[in-house]
Every structure is written in structure tokens, then in C-alpha cells.
């Protein structure tokens, strides 16, 4: 995540929603203000967790930041 990527990044999860693709976003720590919105965004795909197709996976990848988002990591499966 980067330079304008932003914008695609958050077409691509909608997408993915609802077509049940995988989407990988990475070096999110790149990103730390972009990461509410990721939050939200997120948030806003599972109110109606009807809707998602059950093969949607959003896979985030960032190297250790003190700002990275504690509830964004509390909600997620962390492998190392």
C-alpha cells in the first residue's frame, strides 16, 4: 500500500465481496492513515453478512508499527 493505491485497493475489496475473491493488500503499515477507513470499510461489508460471498478473504501484510490500528489486529488471524 502506497502512493494512490487507496482507492483501488478499497474497488478491489468490494469486489471481492461480492464475487468471493481473495484480496491481498500489502505493506499496510505504509498506509496507517488509510487503516479507519479500511476499519470501516470492513465493517460496512459484514453489517449484511448475507451478502458476502463465502469465499471473500482479505489478507493484509505489514511490518510492526506503534500506529498500526490494535482493534484491526484484535480482529484478525495473525500468522508470522
Request: overall charge neutral.
Amino acid at each position: 500500500m502506497g502512493q494512490g493505491q487507496s482507492e483501488k485497493a478499497k474497488k478491489n475489496i468490494a469486489e471481492a465481496a461480492d464475487n468471493g475473491n481473495w484480496v491481498f493488500l500489502a505493506n499496510c503499515h505504509l498506509s496507517i492513515s488509510l487503516l479507519p477507513e479500511l476499519e470501516a470499510i470492513i465493517d460496512g461489508i459484514f453489517k449484511h453478512p448475507e451478502k458476502v460471498n463465502p469465499n471473500f478473504k482479505l489478507i493484509l501484510s505489514a511490518n510492526p508499527h506503534p500506529d498500526f490500528s490494535i482493534s484491526l489486529l484484535q480482529r484478525s488471524v495473525k500468522i508470522t
